[in-house]
Nanobody
């Protein structure tokens, strides 16, 4: 049974930074991990994804150049470094993982989800 536990959310002023962490209790071999977010009244949307071996990372256009996804397999942890935060980045951020060895930005392709962590960016 895979469990994903996020941490690192909080309240930050516009222009500030936060780093989210996601600890995966299972074996991360051959799995993608992604970050999604959901703002009030909006659908959950893709933010970033990375394969278990690292390498190519994928980003939504809205966060490209500001957010960085990375992983430490020794710690079974995936990170999302968020810089130059904007009020429109305010959302609950979810860590997710899929068992398919291929990239996807579609949330329905992800098999495991964390409980989410709130990120609030004030103007």
């Amino acid at each position: 049974q895979v469990q994903l536990v996020e941490s690192g959310g909080g309240l930050v002023q516009a222009g500030g930074s936060l780093r989210l962490s996601c600890v995966d209790s299972g074996r991360t071999f051959s799995r993608y991990h992604g970050w999604f977010r959901q703002a009030p009244g909006k659908e959950r949307e893709f933010v970033a994804a990375i394969y278990w071996s690292g390498g190519t990372a994928y980003y939504a256009d809205s966060v490209q150049g500001r957010f960085t996804i990375s992983r430490d397999n020794a710690k079974n942890t995936v990170y999302l470094q968020m810089n130059s935060l904007k009020p429109e980045d305010t959302a609950i951020y979810y860590c997710a993982s899929n068992v398919h060895a291929r990239y996807s930005s579609n949330l329905y392709d992800y098999d495991y989800w964390g409980q989410g962590t709130q990120v609030t960016v004030s103007s």
